[in-house]
């Protein structure tokens, strides 16, 4: 068979299966296109933490973050903790995105797009003209204010993406709904304001919009050398944090977003032509409930951060430089500095308790007063040792 003239890999950011089953019936489109066509289950994701930046390159590079390197929001760059993605540079990915190697093979002829939210989706596409020989990709960045930007030195951007139309008959569309004009969504979110637009419906149609339009004006698809575009849906992701994955906020962006997909495909038919391009769907992470609905403890990470250093005599910003939901990242000179080392580290954190990480102006809730001397973390670790760990995981596994 030929190959396809354009080949769409979607993300749904957060859109994972932990929301589908939640909310079953809220998905037709998108479970007739599974039932007709190719679904890969228990893939393995092979991110811990399981949040953007990593997953993306896994998916543009087809490696787990140990090989591509952007193992975090955050990496460390010799003593620094910097941005996975500093400067909107792609100079963290160790290896060559998909993107990277078929650009070569084509000499270039293939036109490569990129339309996310924050540069944490570079991963999908790579490194754009930052290689020797490889060309400027477009790459599209959607700040949180919600302009459009790129990296002029390694990708381009269209000019049409800046004033972009038909932000108003968007929040128009979603405001109406839900049966009343109240500029709102869902009684809620005011779509007036930038930060709801992204986290509601109105993104995921003005999303596709500009797709549509990147598509038509960059002739992607129209000849015989295959197209490749990825974009990421950040949506469902924003409706999570907000909201939560038992909110009817949920169950409306996922019914958003499986209309979309739809749109997309009817699109596709139309301008690239029927049985010309392939669709891929993918999610690099499903949203969670919120911790006190399922009797889980928040842990209050600044004072985590205080205690832990306090532990050592230091303050938190002395001896931490970032922390993220799976752990910290340690100053190596402080540390050295004060005789401290990983793994004391990890035999506080270890021993830390629910009744050390409540606030002391308040009581324990019922629900965990019974459990304050409960340790909050099943094991902590020095870095070092994950190597030592997953092969004991492995192994107890097999």
Request: charged letters at 25%.
């Amino acid at each position: 068979p030929e190959p396809p003239r354009l080949v769409l890999t979607v993300v749904w950011d957060g859109g994972g299966w932990s929301g589908l089953e939640t909310w079953p019936d809220a998905w037709p489109r998108l479970r007739a296109l599974m039932d007709r066509g190719t679904s890969v289950t228990n893939a393995i994701a092979g991110s811990s933490p399981s949040v953007t930046p990593p997953i993306h390159a896994s998916i543009g590079t087809g490696t787990f973050p140990k090989q591509h390197g952007i193992v975090d929001i955050p990496v460390r760059d010799g003593d620094e903790v910097v941005s996975s993605y500093e400067g909107r540079s792609p100079k963290y990915i160790a290896v060559p995105a998909l993107a990277d190697l078929y650009d070569a093979a084509t000499a270039n002829a293939s036109k490569v797009v990129m339309f996310g939210y924050k540069t944490w989706h570079l991963g999908m596409i790579g490194h754009g003209a930052h290689l020797p020989g490889g060309d400027k990709d477009v790459a599209a960045i959607v700040e949180e204010d919600a302009s459009i930007v790129t990296n002029p030195a390694y990708y381009s951007l269209p000019g049409y993406l800046a004033d972009f139309p038909g932000l108003r008959q968007h929040v128009r569309a979603v405001d109406a709904a839900d049966g009343r004009r109240d500029g709102r969504w869902l009684g809620g979110a005011d779509l007036a304001e930038v930060e709801s637009q992204r986290a509601s419906p109105v993104w995921a149609l003005r999303q596709t919009a500009m797709l549509k339009a990147l598509v038509r004006r960059e002739g992607l698809g129209d000849d015989d050398v295959p197209d490749l575009v990825f974009t990421n849906y950040k949506h469902i992701d924003a409706v999570g944090h907000d909201y939560g994955l038992l909110s009817p906020e949920m169950e409306s962006i996922i019914r958003y977003s499986d209309a979309q997909l739809a749109e997309l495909v009817r699109f596709l038919d139309r301008e690239v032509g029927r049985g010309e391009w392939v669709l891929a769907l993918t999610a690099d992470h499903g949203p969670a409930p919120d911790l006190p609905s399922k009797q889980g403890f928040p842990i209050h990470m600044q004072r985590l951060r205080a205690h832990t250093a306090a532990h050592f005599g230091l303050a938190a910003d002395e001896l931490i430089q970032d922390e993220r939901s799976t752990g910290f990242w340690l100053d190596r000179d402080v540390m050295a500095a004060n005789g401290i080392t990983p793994e004391d580290v990890a035999d506080f954190l270890v021993g830390y308790t629910i009744d050390d990480n409540r606030d002391p102006a308040k009581e324990l809730s019922d629900a965990f007063a019974e459990r304050r001397d409960e340790p909050i973390f099943a094991a902590a670790f020095p870095g070092a040792a994950m190597g030592k760990v997953w092969h004991c995981v492995r192994k107890g596994a097999g």
